[in-house]
């Protein structure tokens, strides 16, 4: 089988660009602030890039150039794939339409009047373009930025989108259709009707994101994306490509369960993990760092730390990133894999920023540290069950 390599990394987060976030979040600090992004709903602590929320078009491009630049190659790239899921995808634009339908009471062939910004032009957004928003739109966009005539991918997991999208990618080098892969997944979740649904379930942390604490409150919501080049292993060397790390392997699974609970008898979960290391050639053991889905709610810390403890040693490093920059929803698991990979590369551990007082007896990254990291894991677990786990592995070429 071929071996998947990462060139580069495109990042966007609440803390800034790649470099900048991997720096904050050493650093234990956070993004999460509060926020009234609608004069009709009450402020919340969320961690946004601006002081508005994020265009989905705008994010996608920013990752895919910075993952190119980062990589070292220049569009056009048409025998490059792509696949860049999204949970959420052009909610926003659903929404817009929805209200300027409601609010004027026009017929339905009738255009809205505001804009929206697209990729490739500035467009007005209208019942007309509806097509522009449909969700495998980032996908479709960012092959179009880079003139790729190879697949377009664009799934939809929940909070699993991440991984799965990278998942897919491996699999499309792995099985020969592609020589390089641009994957990830972004995520606009700041709109009404998310924060409303997400309040309504009680999901929402009242003051911030404490991971696995005894006094977690729940999740903050977030803007963010990231995509990873992905090049077989061949490709990569014969460009002399820096390489941040190998992809070893994925588990992916599914318990259809409950809308939003995992199922308390995690087999599902356990058998992604397993699935993950049996595909790597890992045992536990061979695990330095285990990049959590910690979301900061009561049932999936609970549900990730027994896990966690049940399968692997009680020294394995963990931590999760989403108290520094909150729930970025589909987008978690591609962020959580480049700081997994940040972690590869300088041989840190990144903290587990919010987490004061640890409910679990496990060994819990409070402060950044440097470790020798040769196998991470990164794990997401979504509502509905989508369960997905990837293993990254270092590389003899990778970069310092």
């Not at 970025?328 to 959580?336: K, N, Q, R, V």
Request: aromatic residues 8%; glycine residues 8%.
């Amino acid at each position: 089988m071929e071996q998947v390599c990462v060139t580069g990394i495109g990042l966007v987060s609440a803390l800034g660009r790649l470099k900048p976030s991997w720096q904050h979040l050493l650093n234990g600090e956070s993004a999460i602030r509060w926020y009234r992004p609608f004069a009709n709903l009450s402020p919340l602590p969320l961690a946004m890039i601006g002081q508005t929320p994020a265009s989905i078009e705008q994010l996608t491009y920013q990752v895919v150039a910075d993952a190119l630049e980062d990589a070292n190659l220049t569009i056009p790239l048409n025998d490059c794939g792509v696949v860049i899921g999204s949970s959420r995808s052009c909610q926003a634009a659903w929404e817009q339409l929805a209200q300027e339908q409601m609010t004027s009471n026009r017929k339905l062939d009738t255009e809205p009047e505001y804009p929206r910004f697209d990729i490739l032009n500035e467009e007005i957004l209208t019942l007309e373009h509806w097509l522009d928003t449909l969700p495998h739109q980032p996908a479709i966009a960012a092959a179009h930025y880079i003139g790729s005539f190879g697949p377009a991918l664009a799934p939809m997991a929940a909070c699993a989108t991440g991984i799965w999208a990278i998942a897919q990618g491996f699999e499309l080098i792995q099985t020969g259709q592609c020589q390089r892969v641009i994957a990830g997944a972004v995520e606009a979740p700041i709109t009404p009707l998310t924060l409303a649904g997400f309040t309504k379930m009680g999901a929402l942390a009242k003051t911030g994101a404490y991971p696995f604490d005894k006094q977690r409150q729940g999740l903050v919501l977030a803007e963010g994306g990231s995509v990873l080049v992905l090049e077989s292993e061949d490709l990569a060397r014969r460009r002399a490509a820096p390489i941040y790390g190998k992809l070893l392997g994925f588990g992916l699974t599914s318990d259809a369960y409950h809308v939003s609970k995992p199922n308390p008898d995690q087999q599902s979960a356990i058998a992604a993990v397993k699935q993950c290391l049996d595909r790597s050639h890992l045992f536990p053991t061979d695990i330095d760092y285990i990049h959590t889905h910690g979301t900061a709610t009561q049932l999936n810390d609970q549900n990730e730390a027994e896990l966690i403890q049940q399968l692997f040693p009680q020294g394995v490093a963990i931590s999760s990133t989403k108290g520094a920059t909150g729930h970025t929803l589909g987008a978690s698991g591609a962020i959580g894999t480049a700081f997994s990979l940040m972690a590869l590369k300088h041989q840190v551990l990144p903290p587990c920023v919010g987490l004061r007082e640890p409910e679990w007896d496990l060994n819990f990254v409070t402060i950044a540290r440097q470790c020798q990291v040769r196998q991470a894991l990164c794990f997401s677990f979504g509502f509905g069950g989508q369960n997905a786990v990837t293993a990254l592995g270092i590389s003899s070429n990778c970069r310092h």
